[in-house]
T-cell receptor, first 109, second 113 residues
């Protein structure tokens, strides 16, 4: 299987919370990242977490890291239509990022 | 303020005709990266420069080359584009130490006719 995996699609209603999940196999990374990609655009860094942390909160975003289960999640509170995009998790490897397959978040009005 | 700039945003080339994509940065970061992202796929690293040191990924085809004439600029050269090279090409930069967070440009979408 892939090194970093994500579910392909998530649909939520505006105002609800979204939770995007990511699993990985190699636990050697020091940092794990979440990026957002809007249609036809580059990658926008949303947040990152240091591997010895369990949780990081940044305004509407909450990152949870379970190192034992090699599971990373991104929670978006009060999801808005402008949050519709593809979300990539990534782990830092030597001089590169290993990206997950991406999760398409669709926000219904 | 723009931090990582890519030109052009869209590039159309013909099968086998060499093409160059451009990236510049105002962050003064040591490291610059080129990623290829095909439709509905994750970005895949082609190579990176650590200052002037070029580092190629093992599975990057010889058809892809890169130049970094100074800290600010980095170029991706595709010597003989094939139909399979149509993709979004993303440039990114990072510091050489610390968090090493990568900052991406808007990408150049390449179409091969």
């Amino acid at each position: 299987g892939e090194d970093v995996e994500q579910s392909l699609f998530l649909s939520v209603r505006e105002g609800d919370s979204s939770v995007i999940n990511c699993t990985y196999t190699d636990s050697s990374s020091t940092y794990l990242y979440w990026y957002k990609q809007e249609p036809g655009a580059g990658l926008q860094l949303l947040t990152y977490i240091f591997s010895n942390m369990d949780m990081k909160q940044d305004q509407r975003l909450t990152v949870l890291l379970n190192k034992k289960d090699k599971h990373l999640s991104l929670r978006i509170a009060d999801t808005q239509t402008g949050d519709s995009a593809i979300y990539f998790c990534a782990r830092g490897a030597t001089n590169k990022l290993i990206f997950g397959t991406g999760t398409l978040l669709a926000v219904q009005p | 303020d723009a931090m990582v700039i890519q030109n052009p945003r869209y590039q159309v080339t013909q099968f086998g005709k060499p093409v160059t994509l451009s990236c510049s940065q105002t962050l003064n970061h040591n490291v610059m990266y080129w990623y290829q992202q095909k439709s509905s796929q994750a970005p895949k690293l082609l190579f990176h420069y650590y200052d002037k040191d070029f580092n190629n990924e093992a599975d990057t085809p010889d058809n892809f080359q890169s130049r970094r004439p100074n800290t600010s600029f980095c170029f991706l050269d595709i010597r003989s584009p094939g139909l399979g090279d149509a993709a979004m090409y993303l440039c990114a930069t990072s510091r050489a130490s610390g968090v090493k967070t990568q900052y991406f440009g808007p990408g150049t979408r390449l179409l091969v006719l």
